[in-house]
């Protein structure tokens, strides 16, 4: 099977405080190296303070993966139902305040992790649960899905990068649509709005067909993944389009000395399959 437990080394008493609630975020590595994620907090994946230090530390902890996946354990039913609004309602406004910049910090490092993140939504993403889904790299959905941003309807805005990230994926006019209506799509609309990378229509689980992307990606030159995520997103960022080919050029420089990009080469003389160690 795909999945081998990874032992954590938890130096004696010093668990952090919230080490002690049940996990409501895990994470496995898999004999290919692709680190999953699991979301496991019924019977909404709601997102609190436990829930996001949580998911932050094994964020971390995935670091090394060649590949990381993100789902949830209440599939089919919910990926995220976004922030814990029955702990909301016990915050003051600064606690609120504090606790949404967590979230944005948080959902940001996902972003900035130095390999490809894929999400496996299959279920419902709404709220902070689609945006933490948009800041992945890849999202796989089910047509069955249902995705969202229905904040203002609650009479606040998204908090943890929404504005920023669906406009750029889907369209200004589309994601302001969204966001003004609290309209949900499902995986197939999601999927035609660009929102998705890969839809899943037939009986193929969600988390299989991400594996299987996973997988595909795991198998290219680590070094070349990690310069290659690097160079777009750095050339994203409003550059000229001379300083991003200099970013390109950066991220060359990366992979030119590695024995990997010699591993290559011999593998396509010889006609086999390269073996690529990350070095
Ligand atoms: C998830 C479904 C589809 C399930 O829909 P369902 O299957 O029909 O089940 P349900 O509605 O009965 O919900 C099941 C249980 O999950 C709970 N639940 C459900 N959602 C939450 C939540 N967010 N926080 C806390 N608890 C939640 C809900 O209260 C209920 O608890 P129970 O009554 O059994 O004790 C439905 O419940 C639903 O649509 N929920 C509303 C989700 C929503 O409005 N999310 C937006 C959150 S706002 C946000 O994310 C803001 C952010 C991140 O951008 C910035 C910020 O932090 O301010």
């Not at 499902?186 to 990378?197: F, K, M, P």
Request: with cysteine.
């Amino acid at each position: 099977m795909y999945l081998i437990r990874v032992t954590r080394l938890l130096a004696g008493n010093k668990r952090p405080r919230w080490f002690s609630s049940e996990p409501q975020v895990t994470s496995t590595l898999t004999s290919s190296e692709i680190g999953l994620i699991t979301l496991n907090h019924p019977p909404a994946n709601a997102m609190g303070r436990v829930f996001l230090q949580q998911l932050k530390h094994e964020m971390k902890s995935m670091e090394d993966a060649r590949c990381i996946i993100l789902h949830s354990a209440l599939a089919p039913k919910v990926f995220s139902a976004g922030a814990d609004l029955k702990e909301r309602a016990t915050m003051t406004m600064e606690e609120a305040e504090a606790f949404v910049v967590q979230l944005r910090t948080t959902v940001q490092e996902l972003s900035d992790l130095p390999v490809p993140v894929i999400a496996a939504i299959d279920g419902v993403a709404v709220g902070g649960g689609l945006e933490l889904a948009l800041a992945a790299d890849l999202r796989v959905i089910s047509a069955r899905s249902k995705v969202g941003l229905p904040e203002t309807s609650l009479a606040i805005v998204p908090g943890a990068g929404g504005t920023q990230r669906l406009p750029r994926l889907i369209g200004e006019g589309r994601a302001k649509e969204l966001i003004w209506t609290g309209r949900r799509l499902s995986g197939v609309e999601a999927a035609e709005y660009g929102l998705a990378t890969r839809l899943v229509e037939n009986e193929e689980s969600t988390l299989e067909t991400a594996m299987k992307l996973a997988e595909e990606i795991a198998k290219k030159g680590p070094v070349a993944i990690r310069a290659s995520k690097w160079s777009i997103h750095e050339g994203m960022k409003e550059a000229s389009m001379e300083n991003a080919l200099e970013v390109e050029r950066q991220a060359y420089a990366r992979v030119l000395p590695t024995k990997d990009r010699l591993e290559g080469l011999a593998a396509f003389r010889e006609g086999r399959t390269p073996n690529y160690r990350g070095e």
